[in-house]
């Protein structure tokens, strides 16, 4: 089993002030919309699942949602996402990625207590910027990976010098990076106040392996604690080993036994030019151009979507 050393250092006074409380209703329920199902174009029907909003309706749209697809009207300026980005030390350039490690922050905020007592897990984390922006926050940041990839996020050198992946100065011994698989934590139950793992659950094996892994999640999250999730949602009818169709997120992450979906309805609502221009990973040259939000690859059109779930009392 897995010790973590609660010998840290005092709070810096990097700390944020107190974490907003408010708690939008948990029925995942479906928002009304004044726009239809997408019809679908050159790639494919879109699910039904999926609302498709002219981009000029979508302007006007203030979504309240914490559950949601990433969409560029998130990049408002000085709106609450991109004053997270700006605290992440992130890059200007509109990815799902800022979009994915934001939102987590934001909902994590919205939905906790959490503070310099706190501890918290990523799984599947790479080196992502929460962790060193937690590593400031709370008392322990657990990071956990495989680690066993040199060439992708899993780098090993992130085990023995993670300071220099920091896009940030952060407390280093508030942060302990174990090589671990996400289906097997190795630690005790209600361990951690919240837990994240950000566009990393689809790559853990079968689906099988996946249960498994937000089923031990929810095993080292106290009662009442949060595990906000992103993975990738397929918009048109495309199946994948990895990607989720929405009857699958359904299964997998609504229906999960012992969590219930906080921050708000699913809001799977998506503006028209994202499902027309995705970046097509197999045709552009440069598949980092911005707006990167929307990919089109093995015959599927994805894009991320944040899930928060709160574990429930047994
Ligand atoms: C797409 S990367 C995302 C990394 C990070 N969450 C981020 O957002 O930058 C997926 C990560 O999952 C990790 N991974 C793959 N299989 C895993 C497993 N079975 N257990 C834990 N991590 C795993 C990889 O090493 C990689 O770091």
Request: aromatic share 8%; with cysteine; proline share 7%.
């Amino acid at each position: 089993m897995t010790k973590i050393s609660s010998q840290v250092k005092p709070l810096g006074n990097r700390l944020r002030g107190k974490l907003a409380r408010t708690i939008a209703p948990p029925s995942p329920v479906a928002p009304p919309s004044p726009v239809a199902p997408a019809a679908g174009g050159r790639f494919g029907p879109i699910s039904s699942a999926v609302i498709a909003v002219p981009d000029d309706v979508m302007r006007d749209i203030e979504r309240t949602s914490l559950n949601r697809l990433c969409t560029t009207s998130d990049w408002e300026a000085h709106g609450p996402l991109s004053q997270v980005m700006n605290e992440l030390n992130d890059s200007v350039c509109i990815h799902r990625k800022s979009w994915e490690y934001a939102l987590c922050i934001l909902g994590l905020r919205q939905l906790g207590e959490y503070g310099e007592t706190s501890k918290a897990i990523a799984v599947g984390a790479g080196y992502e910027r929460p962790l060193f922006h937690y590593a400031n926050e709370i008392q322990l940041m657990v990071a956990t990976d495989l680690y066993d990839n040199p060439d992708h996020e899993g780098q090993p050198a992130m085990l023995t010098s993670p300071e220099t992946f920091a896009p940030f100065e952060y407390r280093e011994d508030h942060l302990n990076v174990l090589r671990m698989s996400g289906d097997q934590l190795d630690f005790p139950d209600c361990e951690f106040d919240f837990a994240f793992c950000l566009s990393s659950i689809e790559h853990f094996g079968s689906r099988e392996t996946q249960r498994k892994s937000l089923a031990e999640m929810r095993r080292v999250l106290k009662p009442g604690g949060i595990a906000a999730i992103a993975t990738e949602l397929i918009l048109n009818d495309g199946t994948h080993d990895e990607y989720y169709t929405y009857a699958e997120l359904e299964e997998m992450f609504l229906k999960a036994p012992g969590f219930e979906l906080v921050g708000g309805d699913l809001d799977l609502r998506i503006q028209q030019s994202l499902l027309d221009y995705p970046v097509e990973l197999d045709r552009h040259r440069n598949t980092n151009a911005s707006p990167h939000i929307t990919l089109y690859t093995e015959g599927c059109l994805i894009t991320s979507v944040m899930l928060f779930l709160r574990r429930t009392v047994d």
